[in-house]
Each structure stands twice: as C-alpha cells, then as structure tokens.
C-alpha cells in the first residue's frame, strides 16, 4: 500500500505542475486535457487499490468519487466535458492530497 501512496503523491504532483499551465493553455494546447485523462485514470486506478486495500482507512467519499471518474473517462472519453476534466485535476485532486496528509499526521 506504501507503493501505492507513493505512486500516488507523484501523480498528484504531476497533475499539480501541468494545472500550473492555466486554464487558457488547457483549452488551447490540445495534449493537457489527453494528459490530464490519463492522470485521473492513474488516480482512479490507485483510489480503487487503496479503498480495496483497506476500506475503513479510505472511506472518504472522494475516494470512491475518483474511482467512478476514472471509469467514466475511461469507457466515456468522447463525452468528456472538458471543464469538468480541468475541475477534477486542479480542485478534487487537491482534496485527495490534503486527505492523504491528514492521515499521514
């Protein structure tokens, strides 16, 4: 589970740096929001190890909430809001981050 949080933390700080770029180059460079799916893939894919792994420790509902994004950009990727693409990776993926620090106090 270690691996995972690792893995984790290092996709978050990837995500963090490519949001850096703004929103304008978002909608404008057409390889951010092809990057940014595959970080939510990532991170769905590590929520739903975690919240397999130890259920009660990762309980938060934004857990399974990224889980769920994970399979919707995954099966769905033509119906992808772009918006919402670029509130997942600069808002929720923040939240993840601040729940894995609280548990780690």
């Given at each position: 589970m270690r691996r995972w949080l690792s893995d984790l933390d290092a996709t978050l700080d990837q995500a963090a740096r490519l949001s850096e770029r703004g929103a304008d180059a978002f909608h404008r460079d057409p390889a951010l929001p092809l990057a940014f799916e595959a970080l939510v893939n990532r991170v769905?894919?590590?929520?739903?190890?975690?919240?397999?792994?130890?259920?009660?420790?990762?309980?938060?509902?934004?857990?399974?909430?990224?889980?769920?994004?994970?399979?919707?950009?995954?099966?769905?990727?033509?119906?992808?809001?772009?918006?919402?693409?670029?509130?997942?990776?600069?808002?929720?993926?923040?939240?993840?981050?601040a729940l894995i620090r609280d548990q780690e106090q």
């Amino acid at each position: 589970m270690r691996r995972w949080l690792s893995d984790l933390d290092a996709t978050l700080d990837q995500a963090a740096r490519l949001s850096e770029r703004g929103a304008d180059a978002f909608h404008r460079d057409p390889a951010l929001p092809l990057a940014f799916e595959a970080l939510v893939n990532r991170v769905g894919d590590l929520a739903k190890r975690l919240t397999a792994a130890d259920e009660a420790r990762f309980s938060d509902p934004l857990w399974r909430a990224a889980a769920r994004t994970r399979d919707f950009v995954v099966h769905h990727y033509d119906r992808v809001d772009a918006d919402l693409l670029w509130q997942t990776v600069t808002v929720s993926f923040p939240q993840l981050r601040a729940l894995i620090r609280d548990q780690e106090q």
